[in-house]
């Protein structure tokens, strides 16, 4: 059966650190990845979503980027956070090849909260 | 552009009463619907879907919905609620193909009161 985990489950960072969230799924291949930023009472907003190894899509402008070096390893970075960029981050994965009909599974998410 | 709207940012609900959650859709084809459900502090679980057929669909936990495309919604009901149903929801709308992309309400917050 696939899995995904996500880590670290909870993060406290100072202004200005880099940042660095991992995720990777089990189970699968060639998966589409998917970073979703929950600010607190806020609905889940798409940042990134990747198709491929290196395919990265960034939905909104912000102090974030993400990687994928491997084909189930999705990476969330930051140079130097920001005080907005304190939330919670959710990493996902649906089956790839172009499949609509199939939902996407989360991982159990990262508090991080930068001061 | 698609997008979701949920009303009710937050229902208070008695144990055993009845529940609908509102979610509205924007979306120029025949969406992919989803309900998702949160704990405090964990990932999302999906109670129930709808890609096609028949418009009332169940789903775990004794939950249901019904998808009206005259009305653009997709309401997530259940008959009882149990105080394990406190959470918040959330309704989301898939787009696309290999770009596959969610797009998620804001969210409804659910509190049982005893």
């Known amino acids: 059966s696939q899995t995904i985990h996500q880590w670290p489950a909870t993060l406290v960072q100072p202004v200005g650190s880099p940042l660095s969230l991992e995720c990777t799924v089990e189970g699968t291949s060639n998966p589409n990845l998917y970073w979703y930023r929950q600010a607190a009472g806020r609905g889940l907003q798409l940042l990134f979503y990747s198709v491929g190894i290196g395919q990265i899509s960034s939905e909104v402008p912000q102090n974030l980027s993400a990687s994928r070096p491997q084909d189930r390893q999705f990476i969330l970075s930051s140079k130097k956070l920001l005080l907005s960029d304190s939330g919670f981050y959710l990493c996902a994965w649906r089956p790839g090849g172009g499949q609509p009909n199939t939902e996407a599974f989360f991982g159990q998410g990262t508090r991080l909260t930068v001061v | 552009a698609q997008s979701v709207t949920q009303p009710d940012i937050h229902i208070t609900v008695s144990e055993g009463a009845s529940l609908e959650l509102r979610c509205n859709y924007s979306y120029g084809a025949t969406p992919y619907l989803f309900w998702y459900v949160q704990s405090p502090g964990q990932g999302l679980q999906l109670l129930l879907k709808?890609?096609?057929?028949?418009?009332l669909v169940q789903g775990i936990k004794g939950f249901e919905a019904e998808f009206k495309r005259s009305q653009s919604s997709f309401n997530l009901r259940k008959p009882s609620v149990h105080w394990s149903d406190a959470a918040e929801y959330f309704c989301?709308?898939?787009?696309?193909?290999?770009?596959?992309?969610?797009?998620f309400g804001a969210g409804t917050t659910v509190t049982v009161r005893a």
């Open positions: 989301a709308v898939g787009v696309g193909s290999n770009d596959y992309k969610l797009s």
């Open positions: 709808y890609f096609s057929g028949d418009t």
